[in-house]
């Protein structure tokens, strides 16, 4: 499973590409985020084109892959500015329909894989029609918009409700890789980072994105600690059998459930 770490800062990407199974994210979409998720404790990228360069220039093993902005009428430059940058993947998000996933592929013309971010009502209920879109590999689910879509109160409300299954299992049957939501450190977050590893690993996840409780100041361990951490709780989750997997399942929808039953009218902090 790659650990994907979003940030701008070479020095970072040069810690990350430091340790195995790393995969670096340059955040490029600015359109309509903010407006998407006001009042919300989310992250909201400031990166510009030119810290694809910075920090490709940094990697030695870590692929880069780089977030665009939603399809629309300069997308054919933005993806050929961050090809000629070193993106080795682009990522479209908030499509709604196949066409528009169809379109952005043929713009990247088999020069990068393409990951679609799957986080719109649409697209979640389209699935069937663009699963098997020529030119994408890899489906990554974006929990934080795709359940502000679903009117749902808490960020892995889908995962509880079998939302996250239906399109794992579409993905599998695809061969596609598969990824989705973001994940806190161990012990720490509403839902526990090994909690979600463990859905993860049930589900055949292939990506996760690290959360920015990664860098707390005030954190015990290191990053490289916490990272270290987490990869030893992949190995233990692993070795579960699956009367073990299945119990975990259980455990994780009910902690859903209580964490969305003492949640206030307000939106939830992010993970």
Known sequence: ?????????????????????????????????????AGRNTFLSQHVLEDVGRVKAVLRQSPLMVRLNPLHADSAAEVNAALALGADRLMLPMFRRADELAAFTRLVAGR????????????????????????????YVGLNDLHIALECRFMFEPLAQGVVDRVA??????GLRFGFGGIARCG???LAGEAVLGEHLRLGSQAVI???TFHRPDAQETFEEAVTRLRGMQISLVARSAAQI????????????????????APEPSQ
């Open 112 to 139: 990068a894989p393409v990951t679609a971010l799957l986080e719109t009502a649409d697209a979640l209920h389209t699935l069937p029609e663009w699963i098997a879109t020529a030119g994408m590999d890899e489906v």
């Open 169 to 174: 299992r579409a993905a599998h049957a695809q």
């Open 210 to 212: 690290l959360s920015r």
């Open 188 to 190: 720490e977050g509403l």
């Open 1 to 37: 499973m790659e650990f994907l770490q979003i940030t701008n800062n070479p020095d970072l990407a040069r810690r990350c590409d430091a340790m195995p199974g790393m995969r670096l994210f340059v955040d490029l979409e600015h359109h309509g985020k903010a407006q998407r998720q």
């Open 246 to 265: 299945e119990t975990d399942r259980q455990r994780t929808n009910t902690l859903v459930a209580e964490i969305v039953a003492r949640m206030p009218d």
